[in-house]
């Protein structure tokens, strides 16, 4: 598979998610900032999973996919808790997606994938 202008858009949002979540969580939450992130945060996460879908290795889907399902699915329901003043379960849900995207980062760099090949690679240990 080769790096494709979609696989970088899904590397740059994904990045992006991993970064704007970590400051998310770490801000206090209910502020206006938090708000803020979290809708930005949101959008990188849906565009990040709705992007995993044109990415196919021989043109199938892979299992990794039905994280990008999860991923969506755990998003609605955190906005949709969150709307409905239901903290606790926003909370849990928005963590839930958060850890999710970071094992599936982590899952990334395997050194049979493409981004972990060039990560050792690059280091000199592959």
């Known amino acids: 598979m ?3 202008p979609l696989i970088l858009a899904h590397v740059l949002t994904a ?5 704007l979540g970590a400051a998310t969580l770490a801000l ?8 803020l992130f979290g809708r930005l945060w949101v959008g990188l996460m849906a565009t990040t ?9 021989n043109g199938a889907f892979s299992p990794v996919h039905l994280l990008s399902v999860l991923a969506l ?10 709307v409905r003043g239901h903290v606790r379960a926003h909370r849990r849900a928005m963590l839930a997606v958060y850890i999710s995207l970071l094992v599936a980062g982590t ?20």
Do not use: M, N
């Open 73 to 82: 699915a755990g998003l609605a329901a955190a906005v949709l808790a969150a």
């Open 49 to 57: 999973a709705l992007i995993s879908f044109g990415i196919r290795h």
């Open 107 to 126: 899952f990334t760099l395997l050194p049979e994938r493409l981004l972990g090949r060039l990560l050792w690679q690059a280091v000199g240990l592959a």
């Open 28 to 35: 206090p939450k209910g502020t206006t900032l938090h708000r």
């Open 2 to 4: 080769a790096f494709t």
């Open 15 to 19: 990045g992006g998610a991993v970064v």
